[in-house]
């Protein structure tokens, strides 16, 4: 479904009779977004209002996913749920506005906040480092950003399990925002220096600060988040990002 366009929303709603909808589509280019920033917020927020309303209407249970990047990144702690939001970027402040319309709505919503989303899909880190390790068997990296990095195939077991507990076990988990993080925290120069330890590659690797890869988009500096409310309340064991690494490399193995 195009998530812009309520027709295409309803007449997938009207075909398939769902009782969650799982949201993975927004506008996620962080550099770009500082170029087009209405589209961005269109795409990342506005467009949220109607994807409410059809859920509202229909009893649909709304799995939403927002960022990291909604804080400003000064904090030296967890980020919890209740910490004051202030985005650096235009993608931070459109994934922030996508969150407050889903509240003021009241759409029976679970926003999971989440970031350094990587797997063996798609575009992301992991693959970059991997094929960058191979282009120039050396790598320079960004020390200076701190959070912890989440394997999207653990994200995606955990998101089905909150599903069965709400719908099947019918247990009440209250809609709204919550931290979903995999524990400890890594700067993107230990990231990188893991994955290629634990793929068994061995070439140099130096850390950087983040003024060596100059960007339009400010990322916050430390957007580590606290997962303790997730835990508390769904009883999902969050697994650490080592685990969620060696997962993804196994898979990527197979
Ligand atoms: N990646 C991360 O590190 C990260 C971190 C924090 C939060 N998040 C959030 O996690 C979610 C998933 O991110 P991701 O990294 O998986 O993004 P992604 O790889 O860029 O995937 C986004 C998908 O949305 C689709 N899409 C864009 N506009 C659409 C529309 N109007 N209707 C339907 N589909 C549309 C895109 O399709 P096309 O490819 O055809 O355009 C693409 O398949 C997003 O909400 C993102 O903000 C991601």
């Keep these: 479904m195009d998530i812009t366009n309520e027709e295409s929303v309803r007449l997938g709603v009207q075909r398939h009779f769902p009782k969650a909808i799982i949201n993975c589509a927004a506008y996620t280019n962080v550099e770009k977004a500082e170029d087009e920033p ?30 990291d990047y909604v804080f400003n990144g000064l904090k030296k702690t967890p980020y919890t749920e209740s910490d004051y939001c202030n985005p650096l970027s235009k993608y931070g402040e459109s994934k922030r506005e996508g969150e407050i319309i889903l509240d003021l709505e009241k759409a029976p919503h679970y926003t999971l906040r989440v970031s350094w989303l990587y797997s063996t899909f798609g575009n992301n880190f992991y693959k ?36 069965e507990i ?34 068994g590659i061995n070439i140099p690797i130096d850390p950087v600060t983040t003024e060596a890869f100059p960007m339009k988009a400010a990322r916050p500096t430390y957007s580590k988040m606290s997962g303790h409310l997730f835990f508390n309340t769904t009883q999902i064991k969050q697994r650490s990002w080592q685990e969620g690494l060696q997962a993804c490399i196994a898979h990527g193995q197979q």
Aim: hydrophobic content about 45%; overall charge negative; charged content about 20%.
């Design 38 to 67: 209405e589209i961005a917020m269109f795409q990342n927020a506005t467009a949220l209002r109607a994807l409410s309303t059809i859920c509202k209407e229909h009893n649909i249970v709304l799995i939403h996913f927002s960022t």
């Design 128 to 163: 970059t480092i991997l094929r960058r390790a191979k282009e120039m068997g050396y790598l320079r990296v960004v020390d200076d950003q701190i959070a912890s990095p989440t394997y999207a195939s653990h994200l995606a077991s955990d998101v089905l399990r909150l599903l």
């Design 166 to 199: 709400v719908l099947i076990e019918k247990k009440s988990i209250p809609y709204g925002i919550y931290h979903y993080e995999q524990t400890g925290e890594a700067s993107w120069f230990d990231f990188a220096s893991a994955i290629l330890e634990y793929s």
